[in-house]
Nanobody, 124 residues
């Protein structure tokens, strides 16, 4: 079993940068593909970004491509989401998720474990 804890959320202004972190428990972190999802009030949870076990494959939703960067440090059991040039539309609760797979997928149903989420609020 894997436990995930997100951190780094907060209140920022449009155009600013923010880095989210997701710390995983145990020593099997490298066996999971990781993903970031977000959910705004009244909306369904949506895929933001995913990364393979080794970090060699990365995937981004069209809405964040070119602005966000996903990375991981398996030695620290941590995955990151660097958010640049943030927009008010990025406001949401951001969730970290783990999937027993080599390559990340976009469907949230494929992920086995989820963190509690961290709030990101972008003011205009």
């Amino acid at each position: 079993q894997v436990q995930l804890v997100e951190s780094g959320g907060g209140l920022v202004q449009a155009g600013d940068s923010l880095r989210l972190s997701c710390a995983a428990s145990g020593r099997t972190f490298s066996s999971y593909a990781m993903g970031w999802f977000r959910q705004a009030p009244g909306k369904e949870r949506e895929f933001v970004s995913g990364i393979s076990r080794t970090g060699s494959i990365r995937d981004y939703a069209d809405s964040v491509k070119g602005r966000f960067t996903i990375s991981r440090d398996n030695a620290k059991n941590t995955v990151y989401l660097q958010m640049n040039i943030v927009k008010p539309e990025d406001t949401a609760v951001y969730y970290c998720a783990a999937d027993i797979a080599v390559v990340p997928v976009r469907s949230l149903r494929s992920y086995n474990y989820w963190g509690q989420g961290t709030q990101v609020t972008v003011s205009s």
